[in-house]
């Protein structure tokens, strides 16, 4: 994706974790927005 960044894929190749390296030195964290998250697909498959 970009240096000091790393995406993280499951078996079936669906985006399971983002880690930043040294997040707190690159990116402004004290708000963080989501434009949208698949919520609605957990909530229906947690038991």
């Given at each position: 994706m970009?240096?000091?960044i790393v995406?993280?894929?499951d078996a079936t190749g669906?985006?399971?974790?983002?880690?930043?390296d040294q997040a707190s030195k690159?990116?402004?964290l004290s708000r963080l927005?989501?434009?949208a998250l698949p919520l609605g697909a957990m909530a229906a498959t947690a038991e």
């Open positions: 970009a240096p000091g995406l993280d894929f669906r985006l399971v974790g983002i880690d930043i690159n990116v402004e927005e989501a434009i």
